[in-house]
């Protein structure tokens, strides 16, 4: 394994090794669309909104999620790329 491919590794294993993180993908990959809102998150996981926003802020910055403004919301969902590593991630 090269420098550069370690590095990222190393820095996907930091963002999904809390448990938080790792419900909040789940939820997200069970959902019926395939997305939710930070409020739907929050319901789900009983937390306050600023500690979903700070572990979504995370695991975007590191390429698992994507937002997607759609009017008032901001929809996050499973970047296409990574959704497979985080299926078997989640099994």
Do not use: C
């Amino acid at each position: 394994m090269g420098r550069n491919a370690a590095e990222e590794l190393a820095r996907t294993l930091r963002a999904v090794a809390d448990p938080t993180r790792l419900q909040l993908l789940s939820v997200i990959l069970d959902s019926s669309s395939g997305r939710a809102t930070v409020s739907q998150l929050t319901e789900a996981l009983q937390l306050r909104q600023p500690t979903v926003t700070h572990h979504v802020r995370i695991l975007v910055e590191d390429g698992l999620l994507l937002r997607e403004p759609e009017g008032k919301f901001v929809w996050l969902s499973l970047a296409p790329e990574r959704r497979t590593a985080v299926e078997d991630l989640l099994r």
